[in-house]
């Protein structure tokens, strides 16, 4: 099944919110821009048709888009194609290499949803 053949769930949360998933999940107790829960990780032969759950917290977008001076719909847009780009297996903490990769897919499909928008987001 293609990656365009598929659906995710989006979610805004707060920053307890996102706190209480990152401590359950990835063993960090503190607040994150955002995470990304795909469906099909490991060893399966089952592919499903949602993708994967991205969560974003609002209030660190906030104070992102703040701080790096963009709009906060240019950064929701930035942490939802960082989060999908995690759901189809990119993941820019591998490595240089694989940092490198994402940057590049993100700012292509940043430019094709926010045209013009700052494309720098790590």
């Known amino acids: 099944m293609a990656l365009h053949e598929r659906e995710l769930s989006l979610s805004f949360v707060t920053d307890e919110e996102i706190k209480g998933l990152n401590t359950q999940y990835r063993g960090v107790e503190a607040p994150t821009n955002v995470l990304s829960f795909a469906m099909d990780e490991g060893e399966t032969q089952f592919v499903s048709p949602l993708l994967g759950d991205v969560i974003i917290s609002c209030d660190t977008a906030a104070r992102e888009a703040l701080d790096r001076g963009v709009s906060l719909s240019q950064r ?24 490198a990769i994402m940057i590049e897919k993100s700012r292509g499909l940043l430019g094709l949803i926010e045209p013009g928008a700052d494309l720098d987001y790590f």
């Open 76 to 99: 929701y847009s930035q942490l939802l194609v960082h989060g999908i780009l995690h759901l189809a297996g990119y993941d820019h903490e591998r490595g240089d290499d694989d940092e």
